[in-house]
């Protein structure tokens, strides 16, 4: 790489840096890059860190010794989340989202890249500290969710299959009830996208009872996985506690109210925000 000023190296540097969430990234890849003394990459690095820390973009963790380095952890503070989910919250509350049945239309909201990013952050920064090694998701509206999210984290995504797929070769398929309807459904996931003993990360777009997560759940049993947490972007509130598959999750959007004949919509900050 050609020689760069040091304004176009922290440029740079930052660049690098967000590309590479959870990397631990020694000095030297740095000082190579750029033909700079490790003393002045160190510098480069305080001046990131203060910025990244000031504007709530995350942590810069530096890592003394022969095998240390630095590697930056995406976060975002709760106020700045709680503000992004207020927004999102209004836009939910359009009147025009509902569909006959009593559904509700989120597809465009699932189909914004930036949006998704800010969402992924918010539900990785939830789960920060955890030792997790894989994010996975249903094969549905939930996907883009799943991608922002294993972004931030640095991880890859496993996605569980309603079919069985015949490039996917081998696979564990289990049948489970859906906790809205009490119908039953079948899920599937090759045996060779989920390492035994893993611990996963699952992710949604909505919830209502649970009964998809909670036969992703089951079908982590399978591969004797371990779930480190669940994380959703949106939970219905028109479900009883008792009626509820699942009860240990996280979730940024709760809402309390859909009333098709009315045309009224209410969303609120979900749990997340109440610890």
């Given amino acids: 790489m050609k020689k760069l000023k040091r304004s176009q190296r922290l440029v740079d ?20 890059r750029y033909g700079a003394a490790k003393s002045s990459i ?9 910025v990244f820390e000031g504007e709530g973009m995350g942590e810069l963790q530096t890592l003394a010794g022969a ?23 209004g836009q939910l509350e359009h009147s025009d989202r509902i569909l006959p049945g009593g559904y509700l239309y989120m597809s465009d909201l699932l189909g914004l890249p930036s949006l998704m990013e800010q969402a ?15 994010v996975m998701t249903v094969e549905t509206k939930g996907i883009p969710l799943a991608y922002a999210t294993a972004a931030q984290l640095g991880l890859p995504v496993v996605l569980v299959r309603r079919d069985h797929q015949v ?37 949604d777009d909505f919830m209502k ?23 959703v972007l949106v939970e219905s ?6 009626e509820r598959l699942l009860h ?26 109440s610890t």
């Fill in 209 to 231: 009872a649970g009964g998809t997560v909670r036969g992703m759940v089951d079908l982590l049993g399978e591969f004797n996985a371990e779930v480190a947490g669940v994380g």
């Fill in 237 to 242: 509130g028109a479900v009883e506690s008792e």
């Fill in 67 to 89: 095998a240390g380095g630095v590697r930056y952890i995406p976060r975002i503070p709760k106020e700045m989340a709680l503000s992004f989910v207020h927004k999102l919250c």
């Fill in 167 to 203: 490039t996917e070769g081998s696979a564990v398929s289990i049948n489970y009830v859906s906790g809205s309807h009490k119908s039953i459904h079948t899920m599937s996931l090759s045996r060779r996208a989920l390492k035994e003993k893993s611990r996963v990360l699952i992710v």
């Fill in 13 to 32: 540097m930052t660049q690098f840096l967000l590309e590479k969430p959870h990397d631990l990234l020694p000095l030297s890849t740095f000082a190579d």
């Fill in 42 to 50: 160190s510098e480069d690095l305080a001046i990131i860190k203060e």
């Fill in 248 to 273: 240990d999750y996280v979730s940024l959007v709760k809402l309390s109210e859909v009333d098709s004949k009315e045309r009224r919509i209410s969303a609120h900050p979900g749990n997340y925000f």
């Fill in 120 to 134: 992924g952050k918010i539900i990785a920064t939830a789960f920060y500290g955890l030792e997790i090694d894989v």
